[in-house]
């Protein structure tokens, strides 16, 4: 059965770090691009990163780079995404992608590029 599933989100405050992790299953791993997603309250879903099946590529979205960092272990079938100097419009559910055929120029644009998600997991920065 394909899962996967997010971890790691959580309450911080402003400046704080927070490391999320997802967990994939019943798919070959390896061979997907994997992407993360966020949406806020009365916004539009957001890519926010995303990360080449071998882990040599990665995007960032404008609004965490510097501050975000992806990466992935093809031998234990995660990714991680550890934010850093997190804001208040980093508030959101956060969701993680697997795509077989992602074109790298939509990683971020397109959700329709990824076949399977993950349930979210909320990220939320108050003071």
């Known amino acids: 059965q394909l899962q996967l599933v997010e971890s790691g989100g959580g309450l911080v405050q402003p400046g704080g770090s927070l490391r999320l992790s997802c967990a994939a299953s019943?798919?070959?791993?390896?061979?997907?691009?994997i992407g993360w997603f966020r949406q806020a309250p009365g916004k539009e879903r957001e890519g926010v990163s995303c990360i080449s099946s071998s882990g040599n590529n990665t995007k960032y979205a404008d609004s965490v780079k510097g501050r975000f960092t992806v990466s992935r272990d093809n031998a234990k079938n995660t990714v991680s995404l550890q934010m850093n100097s997190l804001k208040p419009e980093d508030t959101a559910v956060y969701y993680c992608?697997?795509?077989?055929?992602?074109?790298?120029?939509?990683?971020?644009?397109?959700?329709?590029?990824?076949?399977?998600w993950g349930q979210g997991t909320q990220v939320t920065v108050s003071s």
């Open positions: 019943g798919f070959t791993f390896d061979h997907y691009t």
């Open positions: 992608v697997a795509g077989r055929s992602v074109v790298a120029y939509y990683c971020l644009r397109r959700m329709r590029e990824y076949n399977y």
